[in-house]
């Protein structure tokens, strides 16, 4: 559905410096979910600038941060796009670290400074000022929006899939539009079609009510040693997973999912280097660690701490050992599953004493190739930059994608205009390019035009 | 060798004040190895205390605390008696939960508070003023004396070894006696002939420059988990050390040695009351508890830190894990046989990135059974308090008797009477009853006079 581009373009060009007043509004509200400031203050910002689009728009209370539901668009349009986004931010920690203010717009040499500049203010209401450009100078929307703004997506959208569970009759969609898209250091579009999961859990095991002297040793249950024991039972010395059942659940991929993969270009020496790494794990090549980077799934030992850790030598029988592990989860991995797995898994093997606190999650998504979404974005990567995006069949990172996408079983794409490589996202100095602002309002019409015309 | 015992006794007595006086002024002397507040002003004191005997003193320098070393007795004694004592002391912390001054001397209801008063000045002075009076009450001393005062018995005698090894060809002596006798609960006197070696390291693994993000694990070597896969190679869930080679040199014990230890009073409930276990390591029986309490060489993991081990989730891939362990030693097993083991046992695994740094440790001491101090202990046990010593085969402990045993081929005693079980050594409110300190002197008469005449 080809739109007036320039009239659109004029449209952007003549509110420039409303649509950044309205950014720099955004910016200055703090909307820290880790530890609720001004979520409530900030949500209803975002109602009141749907409402000014006209959208129906509802403010879904949790027992975190409330979620904004937006939708817009003709009732019977034949297509209905679902837009991402949230509306919190990281702290600002630490704020000696900040050369502007973190809470206050700043423009510097074409680079506009705030905490949720690019993660994810900038993004979410230059797709709002987008759909404004789109109806004051198209008419009405090509397609129907729904969209769904939460305000937890940093501290870990904890309450996203019980949402999505209760409203996945309203949350119906031909395709999900991720948050979030940019591009990398050599100017090439990166877009995905998924990501891992992740699960979290923190394991403890006592042993006795107090340190004890380490003379003790022979007679004495030492909590660190149980810990170690079984930890070694999870994951073998060449890195291979032996959590029970667990590999079960992993699919292998096709030969089309791995030449994609192989396509990803990365600058491996330069990786390493950064790492401060001499070889790949197990002195892999350069070939398999991609393939095993965007493919496998992981057991990560994130920290351990038990006993006496300071200077020199203390003799002591640890009372209690803690560790921090993360699974990443592909396939049809989720973080229940993977709990139970290891309920059980240690279980068998007597280690009933050790416990298991889940600190979060969330299942993998992965959409086909050849989606709605994946096309409309590909056309409009052409459009905005003239080039063809990298397509990533999924990313090695983690996120909420899994209840909008896997669960609805909407295909999602993870594309945009507004992280470019050094934005600082979670980062004192957070950042986006003014020009990438603008281009993400482009970017947007221009989706919105191909997601409601492709065949 | 009888002695007057009524002429010792009576001398004792008149000169009980001016004997608490002179401990009020070791007590007052802080003299903390750790951090070397007053040591050298304390071993001034402790070699003119020696002169005021009439013993040829010798300080000896070392790269830490100096060891004082006096001689006296006849030249030409048929026997000499090594003794062992050490001026240094734990610090203070944490004092405000002292309820006296810690290095003022307060007498209490018959009980003498202060830094040091048992560990181990009042020992130390109160055996120095027995000779004392032995000198003055009865003549010429029966045998000769060797004694060993050394100044860092609280931070691991780390000097020691080296000094006994310079001047082996002075330190001869026919039995050695110990510091820090006393009796338990139920009025046990205790005693020992040994005491299990030690050896503290810390190992080290390192992975990238710092922490990563968590996503890079499938491509990035993770120190803690190398840490946890090397640390499980030691000992088995079945709590059997498997370190290459370090079980062949521990012999098995003999039927007598058994025996001993099986006399050994323990109250077995009231002890997992106060560790708060439900049961012994594997659920073992209070006999083979003890047994393994006792005889068995250990490997204890003491400390591990790697990661993230803060509240809640972050997801990183460690920069470094770190671990401390402490192995117990017995018979031929010592510090630097630990360390060659561990070294090639985790080489021959691959482990050759994980770094060993030794902490200090000191070899086992075993004396055996029927030595001419252990008659003399006894029968001083039965001169002064009337009964027959529980004897300890050796101490589930650790201490600096190898250099001056097992190195010298001294048999060792360990026996006095300065401990009760509510000491407090190096805790605050350290402390010494009264009477103990008197019957010390007593004690160490007796023992003098058996040492030299028992047949």
Same mark, same amino acid.
């Given at each position: 559905?080809?739109?007036?581009?320039?009239?659109?373009?004029? %449209?952007?060009?003549?509110?420039?410096?409303?649509?950044?007043?309205?950014?720099?509004?955004?910016?200055?509200?703090?909307?820290?979910?880790?530890?609720?400031?001004?979520?409530?203050?900030?949500?209803?910002?975002?109602?009141?600038?749907?409402?000014?689009?006209?959208?129906?728009?509802?403010?879904?209370?949790?027992?975190?941060?409330?979620?904004?539901? +937006?939708?817009?668009?003709?009732?019977?349009?034949?297509?209905?796009?679902?837009?991402?986004?949230?509306?919190?931010?990281?702290?600002?920690?630490?704020?000696?670290?900040?050369?502007?203010?973190?809470?206050?717009?700043? &423009?510097?040499?074409?680079?506009?400074?705030?905490?949720?500049?690019?993660?994810?203010?900038?993004?979410?209401?230059?797709?709002?000022?987008?759909?404004?450009?789109?109806?004051?100078?198209?008419?009405?929307?090509?397609?129907?929006?729904?969209?769904?703004?939460?305000?937890?997506?940093?501290?870990?959208?904890?309450?996203?899939?019980?949402?999505?569970?209760?409203?996945?009759?309203?949350?119906? +969609?031909?395709?999900?539009?991720?948050?979030?898209?940019?591009?990398?250091?050599?100017?090439?579009?990166?877009?995905?079609?998924?990501?891992?999961?992740?699960?979290?859990?923190?394991?403890?095991?006592?042993?006795?009510?107090?340190?004890?002297?380490?003379?003790?040793?022979?007679?004495?249950?030492?909590?660190?040693?149980?810990?170690?024991?079984?930890?070694?039972?999870?994951?073998?010395?060449?890195?291979?997973?032996?959590?029970?059942?667990?590999?079960?659940?992993?699919?292998?991929?096709?030969?089309?999912?791995?030449?994609?993969?192989?396509?990803?270009?990365?600058?491996?020496?330069?990786?390493?280097?950064?790492?401060?790494?001499?070889?790949?794990?197990?002195?892999?090549?350069?070939?398999?660690?991609?393939?095993? %980077?965007?493919?496998?799934?992981?057991?990560?030992?994130?920290?351990?701490?038990?006993?006496?850790?300071?200077?020199?030598?203390?003799?002591?029988?640890?009372?209690?050992?803690?560790?921090?592990?993360?699974?990443?989860?592909?396939?049809?991995?989720?973080?229940?599953?993977?709990?139970?797995?290891?309920?059980?898994?240690?279980?068998?093997?007597?280690?009933?004493?050790?416990?298991?606190?889940?600190?979060?999650?969330?299942?993998? +998504?992965?959409?086909?190739?050849?989606?709605?979404?994946?096309?409309?974005?590909?056309?409009?990567?052409?459009?905005?930059?003239?080039?063809?995006?990298?397509?990533?069949?999924?990313?090695?990172?983690?996120?909420?994608?899994?209840?909008?996408?896997?669960?609805?079983?909407?295909?999602?794409?993870?594309?945009?205009?507004?992280?470019?490589?050094? &934005?600082?996202?979670?980062?004192?100095?957070?950042? &986006?390019?003014?020009?990438?602002?603008?281009?993400?309002?482009?970017?947007?019409?221009?989706?919105?035009?191909?997601?409601?015309?492709?065949?």
């Amino acid at each position: 559905m080809p739109y007036n581009t320039t009239l659109f373009d004029t %449209y952007i060009e003549q509110n420039r410096d409303r649509f950044l007043k309205e950014f720099g509004e955004f910016i200055g509200q703090i909307s820290v979910a880790a530890d609720k400031r001004g979520i409530p203050e900030m949500a209803d910002m975002v109602v009141e600038r749907f409402q000014q689009l006209g959208a129906t728009v509802t403010l879904y209370p949790t027992p975190g941060s409330p979620i904004v539901y +937006a939708e817009i668009g003709p009732q019977d349009a034949e297509r209905t796009l679902m837009i991402y986004n949230h509306y919190d931010v990281q702290p600002e920690d630490p704020v000696e670290l900040w050369e502007t203010p973190p809470y206050e717009m700043t &423009i510097k040499d074409g680079v506009i400074y705030g905490r949720g500049t690019s993660d994810d203010k900038g993004e979410l209401l230059s797709r709002i000022q987008a759909v404004e450009a789109w109806l004051k100078t198209q008419g009405e929307l090509p397609v129907r929006i729904k969209w769904v703004v939460e305000g937890e997506e940093e501290i870990g959208s904890d309450h996203l899939e019980d949402w999505v569970r209760r409203y996945s009759e309203m949350l119906t +969609a031909d395709g999900l539009l991720w948050e979030g898209g940019g591009y990398d250091e050599a100017g090439r579009i990166q877009m995905g079609l998924g990501c891992k999961g992740i699960a979290y859990f923190e394991l403890r095991c006592q042993g006795p009510s107090h340190d004890l002297h380490s003379s003790v040793a022979p007679i004495v249950p030492n909590p660190a040693w149980r810990l170690v024991w079984a930890l070694s039972t999870l994951k073998d010395p060449d890195d291979n997973i032996t959590l029970d059942g667990y590999m079960e659940h992993v699919a292998s991929l096709s030969e089309e999912e791995w030449a994609s993969i192989d396509a990803i270009p990365m600058e491996f020496e330069t990786i390493r280097e950064r790492w401060g790494l001499s070889a790949w794990l197990n002195g892999m090549t350069d070939h398999a660690a991609r393939r095993r %980077y965007f493919s496998a799934p992981t057991i990560t030992i994130c920290g351990i701490q038990t006993g006496y850790t300071g200077a020199g030598s203390k003799t002591v029988l640890p009372a209690e050992a803690m560790v921090k592990l993360d699974f990443r989860l592909v396939h049809n991995l989720t973080p229940e599953l993977a709990e139970t797995l290891l309920r059980q898994h240690l279980d068998r093997r007597g280690f009933t004493d050790i416990s298991i606190t889940p600190l979060g999650g969330d299942g993998p +998504a992965k959409s086909p190739r050849g989606s709605l979404v994946e096309r409309a974005a590909i056309a409009a990567s052409h459009d905005t930059w003239g080039k063809e995006p990298m397509m990533y069949p999924w990313f090695p990172g983690s996120g909420p994608m899994y209840p909008l996408s896997t669960l609805l079983g909407i295909p999602v794409i993870f594309a945009g205009a507004t992280w470019h490589p050094d &934005i600082r996202a979670h980062s004192p100095n957070e950042n &986006i390019f003014l020009k990438d602002y603008f281009e993400s309002m482009r970017f947007t019409a221009s989706f919105l035009s191909h997601f409601a015309a492709e065949v």
